[in-house]
């Protein structure tokens, strides 16, 4: 089977740096992806990493350590509207390449 | 672009009624997927379809039944509703090997 780790919740400032890890355990590994979801609303998907490294998009960037079996999400410049909570979802060969999704972490921003 | 439509959004069931959720999508992708989001669980796939005329199951796919007969449209039965079923419904779909999916704006079930 597939498990995901992610912690339960963030806490962190306006302005600030705030990264959001993701261990998993999945067998035929193919990648690992990241979604946000406000309160209320439909997951958004964010960002995608199949291969080792960091991939940046604006403020957002993701890294994966296929080797280590673990990615994070890293918000920079944070902002009041990131509050929201933040799934990784990997992709494996055994899961029929169907993502299966982390338990979310819920961040919150304060001023 | 709609995107992902789903109807309806809110709905109260008593126990053992049923009912059909409708999942609409109007970017021609091959992938549909039906999940639940209850507290604490994250995403949970209940069936998926790959194509149109075809369905599997997901990891909870007790209780309920779908059915693609169309590509654009994907379908959750529940045939008689339970209290455990009480949850939040989202339709997505992608493009055949896509990194990301769609997500409709989703369901809000309640069986009392």
């Not at chain 1, 609303?41 to 960091?54: H, I, K, Q, R």
């Not at chain 2, 796939?45 to 059915?67: M, R």
């Not at chain 2, 959750?76 to 704006?105: K, R």
Request: proline share 4%.
């Amino acid at each position: 089977g597939q498990s995901l780790e992610q912690p339960s919740e963030v806490t962190a400032v306006e302005g600030a740096i705030v990264q959001i890890n993701c261990t998993y355990q999945t067998s035929g590994f193919y990648g690992l992806s990241w979604y946000q979801q406000h309160d209320g609303g439909a997951p958004t998907f964010l960002s995608y990493n199949a291969l080792d490294g960091l991939e940046e998009t604006g403020r957002f960037s993701s890294f994966l350590s296929r080797s280590d079996s673990y990615g994070y999400l890293l918000l920079q410049e944070l902002q009041m509207k990131d509050s929201a909570s933040y799934f990784c979802a990997v992709r494996s060969s055994g899961g029929s390449y169907i993502p299966t999704f982390g338990r979310g972490t819920s961040l919150i921003v304060h001023p | 672009n709609a995107g992902v439509t789903q109807t309806p959004k809110f709905r109260v069931l008593k126990t053992g009624q049923s009912m059909t959720l409708l999942c609409a999508q109007d970017m021609n992708h091959e992938y549909m997927y039906w999940y639940r989001q209850d507290p604490g669980m994250g995403l949970r796939l209940i069936h998926y379809s790959v194509g149109e005329g075809t369905t599997a199951k997901g990891e909870v796919p007790d209780g309920y039944n779908v059915s693609r007969l169309k590509k654009q449209n994907f379908l959750l039965g529940l045939e008689s509703a339970a209290p455990s079923q009480t949850s939040v419904y989202f339709c997505a779909s992608s493009l055949q090997g896509a990194d990301g999916y769609t997500f409709g704006s989703g369901t809000r079930l309640t069986v009392v």
